[in-house]
């Protein structure tokens, strides 16, 4: 996928550094109209409709069909105006786009209804971030959960509850914390047991849960003592002590947003993107094949690996939980208003990570 895209970043480059100064405001301007209103836009309604910038009707047409050779805009059949390809919306998002700013109500809606669920409740907050992202962007939001299983141990501590019993403490650095009970031999001393958790923590602090699970073997052994049990424990039962939301919970909300749009207003079209919203793994596979990096990611119509979303783009950005991350963002068509969506995506990852961080 990735390949792919950055060919078309490299041609999306090479082709507006070539286009003149018209060339970029019309382009611009054909792609403002065609948001708005999703008909192909034709040379006269952009002379009357920026009138003030005094380009005629003719001097737009002939600088259309400059913008249709470069691959910039086509036409669905020739008696009708130009509409943006996936190219064209490329070159507009690298190079031709403002941004624009979220309104203060918006801001304080996605903030008040985050901030409205304890940070112990990560799943309602999950939840409630994904219908504030389609709410607002009239598309579908949606939140995939951390990857907790990148995540990094912090520290280990046993603490003796009863004379056979001890507690496991297990913290990662993201914040999250797990315990469970294990029995053990009466006979051990306090001290026995403070030696088993500082081996633990010397062998395995700083290592994701991943890298525990696939090696603790061989960090753990070969180990001598009274305590050996303990470690035996831990070596025995790491699939399970050293496994976090493997699976990985996705939340999608606005799914009739998606449906009023025009592109989709065919019966054909519309059990299209059914089966897309439908199919847990593709809409998954779709959204974690994304950089979970700091700053927007944004693929656009055919940039997207899976089929059923060549007629899509997905603007996502990285929330993080302490050391973890994990993805949201928006999915819709390619006709999307891409300046406001990518700062709506921005804000409701910062605004969500700031949450957790609590």
């Known amino acids: 996928m990735f390949g792919a895209l950055s060919l078309c970043f490299e041609l999306a480059m090479k082709i507006s550094h070539d286009l003149t100064e018209r060339e970029k405001l019309v382009l611009r301007l054909v792609i403002h ?27 737009i047409r002939n600088t259309m069909a400059e913008l249709e050779e470069s691959g910039l805009l086509t036409h669905p059949h020739p008696s009708a105006g130009r509409i943006p390809t996936d190219l064209g919306y490329r070159v507009y998002v690298n190079d031709l786009m403002e941004f624009k700013e979220l309104s203060q109500r918006e801001k304080d809606t996605i903030k008040k209804e985050i901030e409205s669920i304890p940070t112990s409740d990560l799943k309602q907050i999950l939840a409630v971030t994904s219908k504030s992202l389609g709410k607002i962007s009239r598309l579908l939001g949606i939140i995939v959960s951390p ?3 990148e995540g990094i141990l912090e520290r280990i501590e046993l603490v003796r509850v009863a004379l056979n019993k001890l507690l496991v403490v297990i913290s990662i650095q993201s914040g999250l ?15 026995q047991i403070r030696s088993a958790a500082r081996y633990l923590n010397s062998r395995l602090s700083g290592l ?16 001598e003592g009274e305590e050996a049990g303990i470690i035996r424990f831990f070596v025995d039962d790491a699939e399970t002590l050293f496994q976090v939301d493997a699976s990985r919970e996705f939340y999608l909300e606005g799914t009739s947003n998606v449906l009023l749009q ?7 079209k519309m059990r299209s993107i059914i089966e897309f919203i439908e199919n847990r793994d593709v809409v998954v596979h779709l959204i974690e094949k994304r950089k979970e990096t700091e700053g927007i990611s944004i693929t656009i119509g055919e940039e997207n690996p899976a089929d059923a979303a060549k007629t899509l783009s997905v603007v996502t950005a990285a929330y993080s939980v302490g050391q973890v991350h994990g993805t949201l963002g928006v999915i819709g068509p390619t006709r999307m208003d891409y300046s406001r969506l990518i700062s709506l995506v921005d804000y409701t990852a910062r605004a969500v990570s700031e949450r957790l961080a609590d």
Not at 40 to 47: A, D, F, I, T, Y
């Open 33 to 59: 109209s065609y948001i708005l209103s999703a008909t192909p836009v034709g040379s006269r309604v952009l002379s009357r409709r920026y009138s003030e910038l005094g380009l005629s009707p003719a001097t």
């Open 208 to 223: 994701t849960f991943r890298t525990i699970r696939s090696t603790v073997e061989e960090r753990l052994q070969p180990y």
């Open 147 to 149: 990857r907790f299983d």
């Open 177 to 191: 914390i797990r315990t469970i009970m294990l029995e053990i031999e009466s006979g051990l001393k306090d001290s």
């Open 262 to 268: 025009p592109e989709f207003s065919t019966t054909e």
